[in-house]
């Protein structure tokens, strides 16, 4: 399913933990608004009301292991639901999407890190988001260690998947990184270790070349 087949642009934000993406996002939002942009500000898992109940099953820290095929499938659940229910109409109606991750976020996590078989994930990326692809991918590309100190900064418990190894924070990184390389239409590689101001500005740049804002 086309971007192109819809009304108002599908935009991504992507990155491991501690990049700064929900913080970019916000402030991208707020100059939409100034702007007078309609627009939606959303998240994954999440944004809908079962979408943010599947959120707690998949990232609340427990004592059963959770496999990576149903941490999969709990994520595309959610995904389905959100796409459905909340992307979409947004999307029809006019309105730009802001999302806080994505398919892109499956692949890296789940597929590359977890080890997943790509065709798997993509297919059922594919089948939850009914083919719906972003019209612009924002990666803000960090080292974990850099990350993980942010998050430290934060003070609040780490969720389940925070609280992975620093291993596997790397694998998932090489994961984005290689989206770069498959997706380079898409994903636009942004480098999250600058200044919040300097990371702004890239953002500012990659919308306004893709859709003049």
């Known amino acids: 399913m086309s971007p192109a087949s819809y009304d108002a642009p599908f935009v991504t934000f992507e990155g491991i933990e501690g990049s700064g993406k929900t913080t970019q996002l916000r402030r991208l939002s707020a100059h939409l608004a100034a702007k007078n942009v309609p627009h939606i500000v959303t998240r994954e898992p999440g944004g809908t009301p079962l979408a943010d109940e599947i959120r707690k099953l998949i990232l609340i820290p427990r004592e059963e292991t959770v496999f990576p095929e149903t941490e999969l499938l709990l994520y595309e659940a959610a995904r389905a639901q959100h ?7 947004a999307i029809l109606a006019g309105r730009a ?4 991750r994505f398919c892109d976020a499956t692949t890296a996590y789940q597929g590359h890190s977890r080890g997943i078989a790509a065709s798997v994930v993509e297919a059922l990326n594919r089948f939850a988001a009914g ?12 080292a974990p260690e850099t990350g993980f100190a942010r998050i430290a900064r934060r003070g609040r418990t780490p969720d389940r998947i925070e609280r992975e190894s620093l291993e596997f924070h790397r694998t998932v990184r090489e994961g984005y990184l290689r989206l770069v390389d498959a997706h380079p239409g898409r994903v636009v590689r942004i480098d999250a ?3 919040e101001e300097e990371v702004f500005q890239s953002v500012l740049r990659a919308v306004a070349q893709r859709f003049g804002w």
């Open 131 to 142: 083919g719906l692809l972003p019209d612009l991918t924002l990666l803000f590309d960090l």
């Open 83 to 89: 796409v459905r229910g909340f992307i979409l109409p």
């Open 97 to 100: 999407v802001l999302c806080d």
């Open 193 to 195: 270790a600058v200044p």
